[in-house]
């Protein structure tokens, strides 16, 4: 049986049953794990491993896709460093579209409803009208 170099192996499961299945594949002889370039052999952690696969659920969820998203950037950040600032984006994201909601409510509640239309300030000598939004709690006191 020869040997060949393998590019790339991905495996899904369980991330509590992480170590066992990849001691399992090394002692089984079929498969021999090397740590990969840049990472300095230093291990991510299990909530280092969730913010990285949250920030990857949430840059494949974006609408606009970066097309040199699997090639290497310049600067070598490592993965951490990028999970940790797309997780800040998709939380600045997620405070603006709620901003942005509360916003259209209050601009929605000011509009002006019915077919009123102000008289001229000379039909009313001078005076002029102000409208509140009235509790339905207290629609009594206009009787």
């Known amino acids: 049986m020869a040997i060949v170099k393998l590019q790339k192996v991905t495996f899904y499961g369980l991330s509590s049953q992480r170590d066992s299945v990849l001691d399992g594949l090394q002692q089984?002889?079929?498969?021999?794990?090397?740590?990969?370039?840049?990472?300095?052999?230093?291990?991510?952690?299990?909530?280092?491993?969730?913010?990285?696969s949250e920030a990857v659920k949430y840059l494949q969820s974006c609408a606009i896709q970066n097309n040199n998203q699997h090639?290497?950037?310049?600067?070598?950040?490592d993965c951490k460093t990028v999970a940790h600032e797309a997780?800040?984006?998709?939380?600045q994201n997620d405070r603006l579209v709620d901003e942005r909601e509360s916003l259209l409510k209050a601009i929605?509640?000011?509009?002006?409803?019915?077919?009123f239309q102000l008289p001229d300030l000379e039909q009313t000598r001078g005076l002029r009208f102000w409208f509140y939004a009235l509790p339905l709690r207290q629609r009594d006191a206009l009787q």
Do not use: F, M
């Open 28 to 52: 089984l002889g079929c498969l021999h794990l090397i740590d990969l370039p840049g990472s300095g052999g230093r291990v991510l952690e299990d909530t280092e491993r969730q913010q990285v």
């Open 71 to 77: 090639s290497k950037y310049a600067d070598e950040r």
């Open 108 to 115: 929605a509640a000011l509009e002006p409803w019915g077919e």
């Open 87 to 91: 997780l800040a984006n998709q939380t």
